[in-house]
Nanobody
Framework: QVQLVESGGGLVQAGGSLRLSCAASGRARSAYAMAWFRQAPGSVREFVGVHRWSRWSDGTTDVADSVKGRFTISRDNAKNTLYLQMNSLKPEDTAVYYC???????????????WGNGTLVTVSS
């Protein structure tokens, strides 16, 4: 059984921080890439960032320009967990955040093999 379970969402004031976690089980544990997406009400699902597994390092990451310098992605392979550290949060970061996993690099929703159910992040002004 494949599962991605997000946690850590909640209500935070603008300028605050949150850390999201995504626990992977089943086939998702060995995914080459794990990523975060978000979807605000009335909007399409948006790529936030990706972590790609590497045999020789802790992996490589990319984040969207809209969150660069504020959000950081990391992955703990021993715990089968992906993290999203979000700092300097803005009201426009309000969305449901989804964890995703894939067997190849993830740059958009079409690259995803597995989705989590999402966790809501609300940033108040």
């Amino acid at each position: 059984q494949v599962q991605l379970v997000e946690s850590g969402g909640g209500l935070v004031q603008a300028g605050g921080s949150l850390r999201l976690s995504c626990a992977a089980s089943g086939r998702a544990r060995s995914a080459y890439a794990m990523a975060w997406f978000r979807q605000a009400p009335g909007s399409v699902r948006e790529f936030v960032g990706v972590h790609r597994w590497s045999r020789w390092s802790d992996g490589t990451t990319d984040v969207a320009d809209s969150v660069k310098g504020r959000f950081t992605i990391s992955r703990d392979n021993a715990k089968n967990t992906l993290y999203l550290q979000m700092n300097s949060l803005k009201p426009e970061d309000t969305a449901v955040y989804y964890c995703a996993a894939g067997s190849r690099n993830i740059g958009g929703p079409d690259d995803v093999n597995y989705w989590g159910n999402g966790t809501l992040v609300t940033v108040s002004s």
